[in-house]
């Protein structure tokens, strides 16, 4: 069995950034030897802060699906640089004539009051490698979104920002670690339609509850949904599995 897991607003709490309520659920996968993955449109820079915390040896998908990183392995290199991306979003802006605003024009602190980071975390989140984030100031992201795709770049839609990415997305970055892994046993938890088709590509997949939830169903009829938002809902809903496999 696997565990991939997105973090904002599943893992971690929505507000606070918390995983503490997700202990214990995260310690019984430890003690059963149940690898946690984590899928983010993290850094790795801001993935390894937390791993720290969570005491996390497990793999880690970084940047929208962009790199898989394992432990003692070469990194799995998925996507296009933050240079490309960057260059493709420009690009793309001007021939669509939507504005965009991206997280390499933003201070530390116009990321801080835009994502509500705390300025530690929001400069681990500006080091970017791969993909850029960015929030559309006018026009409509439809028409950002067709000359991304003329150029081969992809949108994908978190919590709070527009990402830019080229060539991968966390599903991909998910069969290519469940692979390595050799375990098909998948689980997958998100809460947002960025997390979709990795939700999509696990055996089990788990909705968390958010303002998304409609639109989750809708696209994955047969997942469960944990009994509360965030990380005490993540906990519960595995542990319910981890108790009767
Ligand atoms: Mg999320």
Redesign the pocket.
């Known amino acids: 069995m696997v565990v991939f897991t997105?973090?904002?607003?599943?893992l971690?709490d929505?507000d606070t950034y918390s995983h503490a309520p997700a202990d214990s659920a995260i310690d019984r996968c430890k003690a059963l030897g149940v690898p946690i993955v984590l899928v983010?449109?993290k850094t790795r820079a801001e993935v390894e802060a937390l791993r720290l915390s969570m005491r996390h040896t497990g793999p880690y998908i970084i940047e929208n699906g962009a790199a898989a990183i394992l432990p003692g392995h070469p990194d799995l290199i998925l996507g296009a640089s933050s240079s490309a991306s960057r260059a493709a979003l420009r690009r793309a802006s001007f021939v669509s004539g939507v504005l965009v605003r991206g997280f390499s024009d933003m201070s530390i602190d116009e990321i801080c009051q835009r994502s509500g980071l705390h300025p530690e975390i929001a400069a681990l989140a500006a080091r970017r490698e791969y993909g850029e984030p960015f929030v559309v100031l006018s026009g409509p992201v439809s028409r950002l979104e067709s000359a991304l795709a003329e150029l081969g770049f992809q949108v994908t839609r978190?919590?709070r920002f527009f990402h830019v990415l080229g060539g991968c997305d966390k599903a991909r970055a998910v069969r290519k670690v469940a692979e390595f892994l050799n375990d098909g046993d998948t689980i997958g938890l998100?809460?947002?339609p960025?997390?979709i088709p990795f939700l999509l590509t696990v055996r089990r997949p788990i909705l968390?509850p958010?303002p998304h939830l409609h639109a989750m169903r809708a696209a994955l009829p047969n997942a469960f949904i944990a009994p509360e938002p965030g990380p005490a809902g993540w906990s519960r809903a595995l542990l319910e599995i981890l108790d009767n496999p």
Do not use: V
Not at 6 to 10: C, E, F, K, V
């Open positions: 997105d973090l904002d607003g599943t971690l929505r983010t449109s978190g919590g998100g809460d947002a960025n997390d968390i958010s």
